[in-house]
């Protein structure tokens, strides 16, 4: 059973930054991907960011495009999102996910997801 552990989540202030991990028990396959989606109270999950495993191809939100970058380390199959010029609207809980993804920013084509960490950015 493939485990997602995430961590690096907080409470910062508008501008500031923060750096989410997550930990992938799994091993990559074709079409394999790993992503960072939101939700805030009241709201639908959403697309944050993703990384295509084989060719490092990264894709994001429009939201979020210029402020938060996604990263991987192969060796310890953990990918990372940099968030910089954290706004409040960016207060959600953060999941991870990872799968055998067609869309990148689909999330019903991920196969496992984290438990969630919070980040609240306040203003």
Do not use: H
Request: charged residues 20%; proline residues 2%.
């Amino acid at each position: 059973q493939v485990q997602l552990v995430e961590s690096g989540g907080g409470l910062v202030q508008a501008g500031g930054s923060l750096r989410l991990s997550c930990a992938n028990s799994g091993r990559a396959s074709s079409n394999y991907a790993m992503g960072w989606f939101r939700q805030a109270p009241g709201k639908e999950r959403e697309f944050v960011a993703a990384l295509r495993w084989s060719s490092g191809d990264t894709y994001y939100a429009d939201s979020v495009k210029g402020r938060f970058t996604i990263s991987r380390d192969n060796a310890k199959m953990t990918v990372y999102l940099q968030m910089n010029t954290l706004k409040p609207e960016d207060t959600a809980v953060y999941y991870c996910a990872a799968g055998r993804v067609l869309a990148l920013s689909r999330k019903n084509d991920y196969n496992y997801w984290g438990q969630g960490t919070q980040v609240t950015v306040s203003s």
